[in-house]
């Protein structure tokens, strides 16, 4: 198999996968808490995620080449 097929396979499968953890997951939040348990937790853990991203990704756009306009 070519390495284009792998990458793409990685990709597909890797949303996948997420896809399955959260779902079981988000079952076993909900039976513990509430309904919205999931939808809450799932809102704290992406700001999380912003927030870790925010500052590599400012800094990565700093060093980028601006075009003039």
Not at 26 to 51: D, Y
Request: glycine fraction near 14%.
């Amino acid at each position: 198999m070519s390495s284009h097929g792998l990458g793409l396979r990685r990709h597909v499968a890797a949303p996948a996968g997420g896809a399955a953890i959260g779902l079981l997951l988000g079952g076993l939040f909900a039976g513990l808490w509430s309904i919205t348990a999931p939808f809450w937790i799932a809102a704290v853990v992406m700001a999380a995620i912003a927030g870790f991203a925010w500052r590599p990704l400012r800094e990565a756009n700093e060093l980028s080449p601006r075009e003039a306009g």
